[in-house]
């Protein structure tokens, strides 16, 4: 039966670096590497966070009741919508869909009784 040598053990070079081996040092130095090679820079972008964050703004000197106003019709383009959709509904989602209505409702009910007093301080 043939029987195969064993391979000689490889030869340190004795002005290696490597001479003892420090793991920590090793595992720094090989994600370095694979952060390099292998990791995109994305110190430029925002993070998603931001983005979504920033979409929408509102202009910082906007008139108060300029606001208020855009505010009472998202709010009943809003309640349109849900109605609408309701509509369309049966059993649970229905319940569903008139539980975010009644929601929408009373944020209507809020902007109205903003708007009023925006109204009455700016006719004092």
Do not use: C, W
Not at 9 to 34: G, M, R
Request: hydrophobic share 40%; net charge negative.
């Amino acid at each position: 039966m043939f029987k195969p040598t064993p391979n000689p053990p490889p030869e340190t070079d004795p002005v290696s670096p490597y001479a003892t081996l420090d793991s920590k040092k090793l595992h720094d130095a090989a994600e370095k590497a694979l952060d390099h090679y292998l990791k995109p820079d994305t110190s430029h972008l925002r993070s998603t966070r931001d983005r979504a964050m920033n979409m929408f703004a509102v202009a910082p000197d906007a008139n108060a009741e300029a606001i208020v106003i855009q505010t009472y019709e998202t709010f009943s383009s809003v309640s349109i919508l849900l109605l609408d959709l309701a509509d369309s509904l049966d059993d649970k989602p229905r319940h569903l869909a008139m539980a975010i209505y009644q929601l929408s409702e009373l944020g209507l009910l809020l902007v109205e009784k903003t708007l009023e007093n925006e109204q009455a301080i700016s006719a004092a």
